[in-house]
């Protein structure tokens, strides 16, 4: 019988080693405000990578990096991928739900860092760069708004191992795989806006993996070897 045998937990800190911006809205415009915002938690006001971010971005980079994708670039439904990170239900009728899921990511506060005191604005720096007319030199300043380098956040992603009972070390397996290869490509590539220009170079540390059997006793098995292993290159600073 199909059904839910393992979830196994990810959990570490993102470590941002160039200035990061993912969008929010801009609801500071005006005159010498800023062109574009971050997207914080509307009631704590801290910034955050949203999961769809990270897990979006794992997507494309692991279908192009293997030709996956459909024709035009469009997000492709290659059973290599879609194992992982799930189908429509419009797809066929193998269709089924994602296997991973990846939370917020939030930043992480330290009181006593008195580094925050530096920053332009809450938990963020402005940063003003210029567009150059090619013709007159007339220069244009637009102004965006990034988390600083050095800054950490708190990461949790999950995969629910959901087959046959005789192939659960195979799926997980598979798909332990797959995300660690996910998680390098990303951090071999950016997160966010302005990537080409230096922006959101990120690094995944102190990574250490939990594992919940059901059914079972809801107790948790920290950092069994055979699947730990996958994320070894994401555990230390």
Not at 26 to 45: A, E, V, W, Y
Not at 81 to 91: K, N, Q, V, Y
Not at 167 to 190: P, R, S, T
Request: with cysteine.
């Amino acid at each position: 019988m199909i059904q839910l045998r393992k979830k196994i937990f990810i959990q570490g800190e993102i470590k941002l080693l160039t200035g990061t911006m993912i969008g929010g809205t801009n609801n500071q415009m005006g005159i010498g405000g800023l062109d574009k915002s971050i997207i914080r938690d509307p009631l704590t006001q801290l910034p955050i990578i949203p999961g769809s971010s990270l897990k979006g971005k794992m997507r494309a980079l692991l279908e192009l990096s293997k030709g996956k994708y459909k024709s035009g670039g469009d997000v492709g439904n290659d059973p290599a991928i879609t194992c992982l990170f799930g189908t429509s239900a419009a797809e066929n009728e193998n269709s089924h739900a994602s296997r991973l899921i990846v939370r917020d990511a939030k930043l992480i506060v330290d009181e006593n860092d008195k580094r925050w005191d530096n920053t332009d604005l809450l938990y963020s720096e402005a940063k003003t760069e210029v567009v150059i007319n090619r013709l007159t030199s007339k220069a244009t300043p637009r102004t965006n708004e990034r988390v600083p380098a050095g800054a950490k956040f708190n990461y949790e992603m999950i995969i629910n191992i959901v087959c046959e009972e005789q192939n659960v070390k195979e799926e997980e397996e598979k798909l332990c795989k797959l995300l660690a290869e996910g998680i390098k490509l990303l951090e071999e590539d950016y997160i966010g806006a302005n990537g080409s220009r230096g922006y959101g170079q990120i690094k995944f540390i102190n990574t250490k993996i939990k594992v919940k059997n059901y059914p079972g006793n809801n107790s948790f098995e920290d950092d069994p070897s055979e699947i730990s292993e996958h994320f070894d290159d994401f555990k230390n600073e």
